[in-house]
């Protein structure tokens, strides 16, 4: 077996494959327009909004309260419940549930006739946060047209490049 065709047709890969590597440079280029971009934004900006509020405060005096409504209601409650039931343990049920009834009765007929004594008036400050919303034009970039070899081309940048732009030029052969 020959190995010579071999080692030439590798030599000949490998000159092609160093000959096909890239070159780079940095060259400029006369830029000829450098034209802003602006978006439209939406800003929400929390603000706190505080107001005054008069608060009624009722005033109850405990001297004059009598409990006998509620003594009497769960009594006759209770007689009434006994009085409904047939045998003993109807009975002592019914008595147990008219009682109850007739206290919460009792307590529904004091606060009925509880008037306040006096009502004072307390002024007190509520605060809430509100967003307030606008709108914004902000830079977002600019859209630079350059010259180069005599031709024009356009990229979009964050910043303004100036009179001049930096280009990485990179020239590899064809093969």
């Not at 400029?28 to 005054?52: G, L």
């Not at 003993?88 to 009765?105: C, D, E, P, T």
């Amino acid at each position: 077996m020959n190995s010579k065709p071999a080692l030439v047709i590798g030599a000949v890969l490998g000159l092609a494959g160093a000959s096909a590597t890239a070159e780079t440079s940095i060259e400029y280029a006369e830029v000829i327009e450098a034209r802003p971009i602006y978006r439209v934004v939406k800003i929400s900006t929390p603000q706190e909004q505080c107001w005054e509020e008069e608060l009624a405060i009722d005033s109850y005096s405990d001297r004059n309260r009598s409990n006998t409504p509620v003594l009497v209601s769960t009594l006759i409650g209770g007689a009434i419940g006994n009085a409904v039931g047939h045998n003993k343990s109807n009975k002592r049920v019914g008595a147990v549930l008219g009682a109850l009834l007739g206290h919460s009765i009792g307590r529904d007929i004091i606060r009925q006739g509880d008037q306040p004594e006096y009502r004072e008036y307390q002024t007190v400050q509520r605060c809430d946060t509100v967003y307030q919303q606008h709108e914004e034009e902000r830079l977002v970039g600019y859209q630079v047209t350059y010259l180069y070899n005599g031709e024009e081309f356009s990229i979009r940048t964050e910043s303004d490049p100036g009179e001049q732009i930096q280009l990485r030029v990179s020239v590899q052969p064809v093969l």
